[in-house]
């Protein structure tokens, strides 16, 4: 594997567990002269296949027990697969169980140089980065007594600070950025922007779908052991957080799944680029200048949606929404806006399948590419509610974003706000995708309106 572009290859790897009634059924097994069997085997992991490159950052997903932790010790050579093989080129550095391998009665400086040995580092090595693990580590003076005495919170950080000072390869993280304060994990992030930038390969296992998506290259989702999607995180993402859902309230609730013709794993790119038969360029409305070319107008009449292109689409009363559009001020619907352009989203459904109007709510959010809410707001919440059914009734959201230039999507859904837990009667993500122009630079997300005043002091 030398020399290869992937720095992980998992080639059908599989992982069984016996599993006993009563503990000593395990003797008996092993002293039984006929060889029966008195076990079960559980396959926690099951022809498991993927790939990853150097400088890549694969983020894994799932629920708890769906096989995260026992891919990842596989990985890390800590457990051997039943069948298949796993290779991996250079030197991993492990955040599962922060500490393993500290002894207890060593001081703190003491485990610094321990952890390096296994890490096959010599004490020139060692030497050369202890300042900079004390530094990371902030736990002062305490890094001269013994770690029995540390508290959990002084206990992680040091481990956490070994661990990704040993400048590896491959960095392994599982779910442990909640170590310390907010200041200390800022640092952490920022040390894996400097890990990435230098090209470390990082697996990244967590629930944190917002951070799945905006920091990982490409994502796995693992089910009950088995590889259910991978690819682009946004898809994935929004996929994985369709089937939580779902499967939180499948108890007291069934949910339909728009079907499409197929999976678009680029929709994403797809739509925000406008395709290959759209024009963009020369059609860009700057505030002040005249629009150079604009879409149909929209009419009175309000045809049903001919096309689903969202990346998810789903809940208990699919077709409910019969429209989604995004227009100017003046309703001309558009891909492409300015900062400072008003814009309207207007939302057309049939109310009279609601079940409770007073609890019942319409909202939209803006994302980014990566999936980021942006802009969220809901009729409920901003103390809006209906009277009157209608086969026909539409909601229009109207607002200036103040976005950076860049590509974003939108998501709308109809809500059923009658327990804390949320229940959607349709939700579409992916309704819409339009890009922001400006010659302007934008350094943060949204340019906000401030008042800069100028003032001489003396």
């Known amino acids: 594997m030398k020399n290869s572009e992937y720095k992980i290859i998992v080639n059908n790897v599989s992982k069984s567990y016996k599993m006993y009634n009563n503990p000593i059924d395990k003797m ?80 703190g400086i003491e485990n610094i140089y321990f952890y390096g ?19 990371f580590a902030e736990i002062g003076d305490y890094v001269n007594q013994p770690v029995k005495t540390y508290s959990s919170g002084m206990f992680a950080r040091l481990a956490f600070s070994c661990a990704i000072n040993v400048e590896p390869d491959i960095l392994i993280v599982d779910e442990i950025l909640s170590v310390g304060d907010m200041r200390f994990q800022s640092k952490c992030f920022n040390k894996f922007k400097e890990f990435k930038k230098k090209g470390v390969t990082i697996l990244y296992v967590g629930h944190d779908v917002g951070l799945m998506k905006t920091f990982c290259d490409s994502t796995v989702w693992l089910n009950n052991g088995e590889i259910v999607m991978a690819g682009d995180p946004a898809y994935v993402v929004s996929k994985y957080t369709e089937f939580m859902y779902l499967d939180d309230i499948s108890e007291f609730t069934t949910y339909k799944m728009f079907q499409k013709d197929e999976k678009k794993m680029n929709v994403i790119d797809e739509e925000l680029s406008g395709g290959e038969d759209k024009e963009v360029i020369g059609m860009v409305h700057i505030k002040g200048g005249p629009e150079v070319k604009v879409e149909e107008k929209i009419q009175d009449k309000i045809e049903d949606k001919s096309e689903d292109k969202s990346i998810t689409h789903w809940g208990t009363n699919i077709g409910t929404i019969k429209n989604v559009m995004l227009t100017t001020e003046n309703d001309f619907e558009k891909n492409h806006f300015s900062p400072e352009d008003m814009i309207k989203i207007k939302v057309v459904f049939d109310s009279t399948v609601i ?29 809006i509610y209906f009277d009157t059914p209608n086969k026909k009734q539409a909601v229009t959201f109207s607002l200036i974003t103040h976005l950076a230039v860049g590509d974003y999507y939108l998501v709308v859904a109809l809500e059923d706000r009658k327990n804390p837990a949320i229940i959607y009667y349709e939700y579409i993500e992916g309704a819409k995708y339009f890009k922001i122009y400006s010659d302007k630079k934008i350094f943060g997300i949204v340019d906000i309106k401030t008042d800069i005043k100028i003032e001489n002091m003396e």
């Not at 060889?35 to 085997?41: A, E, I, P, V, W």
């Not at 400088?55 to 995260?68: F, P, V």
């Open 117 to 135: 040995m296994l890490m096959k580092l010599t004490r020139e090595q060692i030497d050369d980065r202890l300042q900079e693990i004390i530094d």
């Open 28 to 107: 008996k097994e092993g002293l039984s002269l006929t060889g029966k069997s008195l076990h079960t085997d559980f396959w926690a992991l099951k022809n498991v296949n993927f790939k990853v490159k150097h400088g890549e950052i694969l983020g894994i997903m799932g629920r708890n027990g769906a096989g995260k932790s026992t891919l990842l010790k596989i990985i890390t050579g800590v457990l051997r697969p039943t069948y298949g093989d796993v290779l991996v080129e250079g030197r991993i550095s492990s955040l599962l169980e922060l500490g393993a391998g500290f002894n207890m009665e060593y001081s």
């Open 355 to 383: 079940d409770n109007l007073n609890k019942f709510s319409v909202a939209f959010s803006i994302k980014n590419k990566e999936g980021t809410d942006l802009i969220v707001k809901t009729t409920y919440d901003e103390d």
